[in-house]
C-alpha cells in the first residue's frame, strides 16, 4: 500500500488567495483526520470524518477554512482566503477502527 | 486549552544513555496513549502505545510508562542511538483508541555522538 498521500507537498501563495489541500486515505481506513502543526500548539487537529461523514470540525479556526470527502478515497481542506498566519505544515490522517492513525507526508504552507 | 502537554521542548542525550521524554495530560476521560516519531520533512509515524489497563508497555528498546494517579506517562529509550534524533509526539484518546488523537506540542530530542 502507498500510504496516505497528500498533494502538494509545499505551496507558496499570495495572502487573500484560495488554496486546496488535497488528501487519498490508505485503502479501507474509513476514518480520515485534518491536522495542521505549529510550534505553539503542536499537532492541533482540525476536522476528522468517518466514512466520508464529517464527524467533529471544532478544530477548524474560522469560516476561511472547510473540508470535504466526497468518497472514500479522497478529501480536500480549503482556506479561502489565504492570509499569513496559516503558514504552517497540514497533515492527513487515516485509519482503521482502533487508535492508531497513519500520517501522509504533509503539506508545508506559505502564505506570503 | 491544551490536553495533553509535552513541557520540554528539547532534550539531548548522549548516545548510549537513556533517554526520557515525558506527557502530562488533564482529561480523565483519555483511556489510551500512543507516542509517534516524526522525522523532517516526513509524516508522523507510530512508535509504541499503552492503555489504561496496564502501566507499563515494552517494545524493544523503548518502554513506555503510564502513571494515571498523576496523568503522567514517559517514554524511555535505552540505549539511544543517533537515528532516535527526531521529534517524539505524545498523544491521547478516549473509548480505548476509538475517539479522535489529541496531540502534545512534541520534544525535539538530539542523540549526541
Known amino acids: 500500500d502507498a500510504g496516505v498521500i497528500q498533494s502538494p507537498r509545499h505551496e507558496v501563495t499570495e495572502m487573500g488567495q484560495e488554496v486546496t489541500l488535497r488528501c487519498k486515505p490508505i485503502s479501507g481506513h474509513d476514518y480520515l483526520f485534518w491536522y495542521r502543526q505549529t510550534m505553539m500548539r503542536g499537532l492541533e487537529l482540525l476536522i476528522y470524518?468517518?466514512?466520508?461523514?464529517?464527524?467533529?470540525d471544532s478544530g477548524m479556526p474560522e469560516d476561511r477554512f472547510s473540508a470535504k470527502m466526497p468518497n472514500a478515497s479522497f478529501s480536500t481542506l480549503k482556506i479561502q482566503p489565504s492570509e499569513p498566519r496559516d503558514s504552517a505544515v497540514y497533515f492527513c490522517a487515516s485509519r482503521r477502527r482502533g487508535p492508531e492513525a497513519f500520517f501522509g507526508q504533509g503539506t508545508r504552507l506559505t502564505v506570503v | 486549552d491544551q490536553q495533553v502537554k509535552q513541557n520540554s521542548p528539547s532534550l539531548s542525550v548522549q548516545e548510549g544513555r537513556i533517554s526520557i521524554l515525558n506527557c502530562d495530560y488533564t482529561?480523565?476521560?483519555?483511556?489510551?496513549f500512543l507516542w509517534y516519531k516524526k522525522y523532517p520533512a516526513e509524516g508522523p509515524t507510530f512508535l509504541i502505545s499503552i492503555s489504561s489497563i496496564k502501566d507499563k508497555n515494552e517494545d524493544g528498546r523503548f518502554t513506555v510508562f503510564l502513571n494515571k494517579s498523576a496523568k503522567h506517562l514517559s517514554l524511555h529509550i535505552v540505549p539511544s542511538q543517533p537515528g532516535d534524533s527526531a521529534v517524539y509526539f505524545c498523544?491521547?484518546?478516549?473509548?480505548?483508541?476509538?475517539?479522535?488523537?489529541?496531540f502534545g506540542t512534541g520534544t525535539r530530542l538530539t542523540i549526541i555522538p
Open positions: 498523544a491521547a484518546t478516549g473509548n480505548f483508541g476509538n475517539e479522535k488523537l489529541t
Open positions: 470524518f468517518n466514512n466520508n461523514v464529517p464527524i467533529d
Open positions: 482529561n480523565s476521560m483519555f483511556d489510551y
